[in-house]
């Protein structure tokens, strides 16, 4: 995806002309032959126009990749604390700070790399460790052939996301945690599950090198083993959204309940935090998903709106059904069904039309009302936050639902032909389905599994719960020495 794979293409084309001259330097015999060919494998290298990104497109993925980081901090941690008793609401907060700042170093470091760059099918390279090749003047890749933006930008709007993803898994097991234990959990979780399903789903080379069906071919060959069989995920439903809902779902089982759950009422202490967090969480979404389009055009335009009526579509189902079902409804299941809708349009924002991206909310609004009620309680788990009920049901239900409304009958984008240089004339609901059930499926296990072995690893080495009397105590006091509100 990123431009030094062409410089490597042109300095593969030089090299051939330095191995021309020297044959002709070798064999004179030859050398009226090797002499036009050399100069002209050079012309074409001088010849070929560096790419320089759009003002644009820049400005516009610096603005995304800033709202990105809001949904984090503050919109998400305030989201978390005001779902949680007054005793931990720091605890939370300090989580995601710290995480939050963890990850982006990590991300420098080596994940980056690892996630974006060529290496195999379900993993990347050592290109960019430590950011080494990257200047002011590095490009990367968009969907569009001869756009690029810089790649400091692309480096760190996907920063974002990788910090968030982390974020959210904490929700799972809030209230109980040891600080310790949640620090090295995520390094483990951040390395083996993140960096590998971001890899396996979005990296590609980018499409300026595609000219016809072989190129197109080889081309795919190097990217990531879930975009080669085709997965659409515009902006993170697998890798964001199910990836860290499994993880936080296994951590729930693993770490237990919190004491006197289901005995004693567990109720969120201040519903104010809660909407202002999910208010910003829907801010800054639309950076979240337009930007996913690395390109301030149409598709980005499509996944703003499709953002925003998704979103409303699913508040409106979520609290018209705890209307009908409880009498009432609450400040609670809006904000709920306000995150729900996000979440699942997510991996569709770019691929579905205006009314898909309607019927994908209103769908996740009553179905992760479920998945929090109905799901939770066959389950048996003490999920704290509900991050599996939302981030988990609305990431599948959106995965899915992308296969069926990416549909250009349904007023979808389909699938772009990058040798036609437009969307392909045949689009099968039933065989995308199947690719979508594919990506579901492996993240599915794929974080499952990571997560388990990390959980238990974490466990032998600090373990994972704190004592019961700091439990009961509060984790902002116990674990941090705080008190978010003094008396």
């Known amino acids: 995806m990123l431009t030094w794979m062409k410089r490597l293409l042109a300095g593969s084309a030089m090299a051939l002309a330095i191995g021309a001259t020297s044959v002709m330097v070798a064999s004179p015999a030859f050398a009226d032959e090797a002499k036009p060919v050399a100069a002209a494998a050079a012309a074409a290298v001088a010849a070929a126009p560096a790419l320089v ?43 995601c700070m710290f995480v939050f700042a963890l990850i982006t170093v990590l991300w420098s470091l080596y994940g980056y790399s690892f996630a974006f760059t060529e290496g195999g099918a379900f993993i990347g390279g050592l290109d960019r460790l430590f950011l080494q090749g990257i200047t002011p003047d590095s490009v990367a890749a968009t969907f569009s052939k001869g756009i690029v933006i810089p790649e400091y930008v692309f480096m760190a709007f996907q920063a974002a996301f990788a910090t968030i993803t982390c974020c959210l898994i904490v929700g799972s097991f809030a209230e109980r945690a040891k600080f310790s234990a949640i620090v090295l959990f995520v390094i483990l979780w951040f390395t083996f599950s993140y960096l590998p399903i971001a890899h396996m789903v979005w990296f590609w080379p980018g499409p300026d090198d595609i000219k016809d069906a072989a190129s197109l071919e080889a081309i795919t060959a190097r990217a990531g083993w879930l975009w080669q069989k085709g997965v659409l995920d515009f902006a993170g439903g697998t890798v964001v959204h199910i990836n860290a809902a499994i993880a936080g779902l296994v951590g729930s089982f693993v770490i237990g309940k919190r004491l006197g759950y ?62 009908v079902l409880k009498g009432k409804p609450s400040m609670l299941g809006g904000a709920s069904g306000c995150v729900a809708g996000l979440v699942a349009v997510t991996p569709a924002a770019g691929f579905v039309g205006p009314m898909g991206a309607l019927v994908i909310g209103a769908a996740a609004g009553v179905v992760c009302l479920w998945g929090v009620s109905g799901l939770k309680k066959l389950l048996g788990s003490d999920d704290s936050l509900d991050v599996f009920g939302v981030h988990g049901v609305g990431g599948i239900l959106g995965a899915l639902l992308t296969g069926v409304f990416a549909d250009p009958a349904l007023g979808g984008t389909g699938i772009w032909d990058y040798v036609a240089n437009a969307a392909a004339p045949d689009y099968s609901i039933a065989s995308q389905l199947w690719i979508q059930s594919q990506g579901v499926i492996v993240t599915l296990i794929w974080s499952g599994v990571v997560s388990y072995i990390a959980y238990k690893l974490v466990d032998m080495v600090v373990g994972l719960r704190v004592k019961e009397d700091e439990e009961r105590e509060g984790l902002d006091i116990s674990s941090h020495g ?5 008396s």
């Open 482 to 486: 705080e008190s978010a509100y003094e």
């Open 53 to 95: 990104p759009n003002k644009a497109d820049t400005a516009w993925l610096l603005v995304c990749t800033a709202l990105v980081i809001l949904m984090t901090l503050p919109g998400l941690a305030l989201f978390y604390g005001g779902l949680t008793r007054s005793k931990n609401i720091l605890s939370v907060l300090v989580q």
């Open 262 to 323: 289901g005995k004693e009422a567990m109720k969120p202490h201040n519903l104010v935090f809660v909407m202002i967090g999910a208010s910003l969480l829907w801010f800054g979404w639309f950076g979240f998903n337009a930007g996913s389009a690395l390109e301030a055009n149409g598709s980005a335009a499509l996944a703003f709106v499709n953002t925003l009526l998704a979103t409303a579509a699913a508040v409106l189902s979520w609290s018209i059904a705890e209307w």
